[in-house]
C-alpha cells in the first residue's frame, strides 16, 4: 500500500505517520508514504498558491494550478511502475463528503496506490477537484483547519487492515463495527483496582460463560450508545431475547 499525500504541511503527516504502528509497518516496507507540497508547484514563483474568491466573500481559494501539477507529478511516478495501468484513486478531504467508516477503510485498503488531497483556507477551486478527485471524504460532521488530520485518520484506519500491519496479538477478530456491534469492555491486572473488582466471570475459566458474557456486553454497548447499529448486527435467539430482557 503506497500513501501519496499533496498537502501544504507534509511535516504534519510525517510526523504522524512516522509515529507507533504505522511507522513501524512504513519501516517494515509494509507501506510506504510520499509527501507532496503544494507549495512546490506554486505558478507565481512566490509560492503562492491560493487567491481571492471570484464573486466575493470571506478567505482565500486554493488555486487549481498548482494542486493539478503536484498531481501529474505523483500520477507520473506511480505509473512510472509497468505493473501500474489504472489511474490512482484520489480521495479529497472536506466536510462535504461521504462520511468515512470501517467499510469503506476495508473496501481502500485494497488498492495498491492512494493520493490524498488535504485542503486548507476556504476550499480548493471546484474545477481541479472535477479534473482529478474520484472520492470526497469526510471523517465527521464538524469542520476542521484543514484536512491533514482527516487523511491521517483514513490512513491509520486503512494501514490496519492492510496484511502484516498488525501483529496476531493486535488484529483480535472482534473489534468494534467488525459485526456491527461495538466491542466489549476488557480488564488485566490487578484483580481489585481501587475498590473495582474485575467482574467474577472473566476470572471463572468458563469459556462458555465468558464468552456469551462478552457477547452480552457488546449488545449492551451497542443499544446504549449506538442503538443504530443493531439493525445490521447478524443476531442471533439467544442476542434477541437478552436485548429484550433489557426493555423490560
Ligand atoms: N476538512 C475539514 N473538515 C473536515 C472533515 N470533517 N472531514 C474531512 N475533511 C475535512
Known amino acids: 500500500m503506497n500513501f501519496y499525500v499533496m498537502t501544504l504541511f507534509p511535516e504534519m503527516i510525517e510526523q504522524g505517520m512516522h509515529t ?32 481571492y474568491p471570484y464573486g466575493g466573500g470571506a478567505g482565500m481559494v486554493m488555486q487549481a494550478e498548482p494542486i493539478w501539477r503536484a498531481y501529474e507529478d505523483v500520477k507520473k511516478q506511480i505509473q512510472a511502475d509497468p505493473a501500474v495501468s489504472e489511474s490512482p484513486r484520489v480521495i479529497y478531504l472536506t466536510p462535504q463528503g461521504r462520511v ?25 477551486d471546484e474545477r481541479v477537484i472535477e479534473a482529478i478527485v474520484t472520492d470526497q471524504v469526510s471523517i465527521g460532521d464538524y469542520v476542521l483547519t484543514g484536512g491533514e488530520l482527516p487523511a491521517m485518520v483514513m490512513m491509520d484506519a486503512i ?40 467482574p467474577p466471570v472473566l476470572l471463572s475459566g468458563h469459556h462458555g460463560n465468558v464468552d456469551r458474557w462478552r457477547r452480552e456486553q457488546s449488545l449492551l454497548r451497542t443499544m446504549q450508545n449506538r442503538p443504530e447499529l443493531l439493525k445490521d448486527a447478524k443476531l442471533g435467539k439467544k442476542d434477541i431475547a437478552f436485548l429484550e430482557s433489557l426493555s423490560d
Not at 506554486?42 to 491560493?50: A, C, E, K, P, Y
Not at 490524498?116 to 476556504?122: D, R, T, V
Not at 492492510?162 to 477478530?173: C, F
Open 159 to 198: 494501514s490496519r487492515m492492510v496484511p502484516g500491519v498488525l501483529s496476531n496479538a493486535e488484529s483480535g477478530q472482534s473489534e468494534s463495527f467488525s459485526d456491527h456491534l461495538l466491542e466489549y469492555p476488557q480488564y488485566s491486572r490487578p484483580e481489585v483496582w481501587r475498590d473495582r473488582p474485575v
Open 100 to 124: 468515512f467508516h470501517q467499510e469503506m477503510a476495508q473496501e481502500l485498503a485494497a488498492e495498491e496506490n492512494l493520493i490524498f488531497l488535504c485542503g486548507h483556507y476556504e476550499g480548493v
Open 20 to 51: 507507533s504502528i504505522t511507522g513501524r509497518a512504513i519501516a517494515k516496507g509494509l507501506l510506504s508514504l510520499k509527501t507532496v507540497n503544494i507549495r512546490d508547484y506554486s505558478v507565481t514563483g512566490n509560492g503562492r498558491i491560493d487567491d
